[in-house]
């Protein structure tokens, strides 16, 4: 009988319940990541993208490929620049690679936040809190619809002076 594949194997969504599942599901992604990552995050959700694996995943991804994209749009900008992020200390070692946008007004209060790579494999959450979500890592459908949802976004987004603080 042949394994049960993982769900970051699965090539249809399947949903992760807890934290460490979540947390290697991310680190799984990045590591398959090849050219673009997007992250939408109200507030980049530091039990999920301020672990130093996941970082040095997502940096790996930045230095191997020299075309690596990386953009990221975040709404709560209060929590982020209270405490300290490393994934913000990572894009400025590394700001070849990384855009980061504040969502715009009219777009606020969006509940769902996804990490999507390579507009194929994807992790959303229902809300910023969420210790469950669903995940897939090769559903180009689900991850072309995300990520046009993601670039309506950025393109009314624009960089916010309290990141480019932080991350300049």
Same mark, same amino acid.
């Given at each position: /009988?042949? *394994?049960?594949?993982?769900?970051?194997?699965?090539?249809? #969504?399947?949903? !992760?319940?807890?934290?460490? *599942?979540? =947390?290697?599901?991310?680190? +799984?992604? /990045?590591?398959?990541?090849?050219?673009?990552?997007? %992250?939408?995050?109200?507030?980049?959700? #530091?039990?999920?993208? $301020?672990?130093? *694996?996941?970082?040095?995943?997502?940096?790996?991804?930045?230095? $191997? $490929?020299?075309?690596?994209?990386?953009?990221?749009?975040?709404?709560?900008?209060? =929590?982020?620049?209270?405490? *300290?992020?490393?994934?913000?200390?990572?894009?400025?070692? @590394? #700001? +070849?690679?990384?855009?980061?946008?504040?969502?715009?007004?009219?777009?606020?209060?969006?509940?769902?936040?996804?990490? !999507?790579?390579? =507009? =194929?494999?994807?992790? %959303? @959450?229902? +809300?910023?809190? +969420?210790?469950?979500?669903?995940?897939?890592?090769?559903? #180009?459908?689900?991850?072309?619809?995300?990520?046009?949802?993601? /670039?309506?976004?950025?393109?009314?987004?624009?960089?916010?002076? $309290?990141?480019?603080? @932080?991350?300049?």
């Amino acid at each position: /009988m042949a *394994p049960t594949a993982s769900p970051e194997q699965a090539a249809e #969504p399947r949903q !992760l319940e807890g934290l460490d *599942p979540l =947390r290697e599901l991310v680190i +799984s992604l /990045m590591e398959a990541a090849r050219r673009e990552v997007l %992250l939408f995050s109200t507030d980049l959700q #530091p039990q999920l993208y $301020n672990q130093a *694996p996941f970082l040095e995943a997502l940096r790996r991804f930045a230095v $191997n $490929n020299r075309r690596a994209r990386i953009r990221i749009l975040v709404e709560d900008l209060e =929590r982020i620049v209270k405490l *300290p992020h490393r994934l913000l200390e990572l894009a400025n070692q @590394l #700001p +070849s690679f990384f855009e980061v946008r504040r969502v715009a007004e009219e777009d606020a209060g969006h509940e769902q936040c996804y990490l !999507l790579v390579d =507009r =194929r494999g994807y992790l %959303l @959450l229902p +809300s910023k809190d +969420s210790r469950s979500g669903e995940a897939c890592a090769h559903c #180009p459908r689900q991850g072309r619809l995300l990520g046009a949802e993601f /670039m309506e976004l950025w393109d009314r987004a624009a960089p916010d002076p $309290n990141l480019r603080r @932080l991350v300049l």
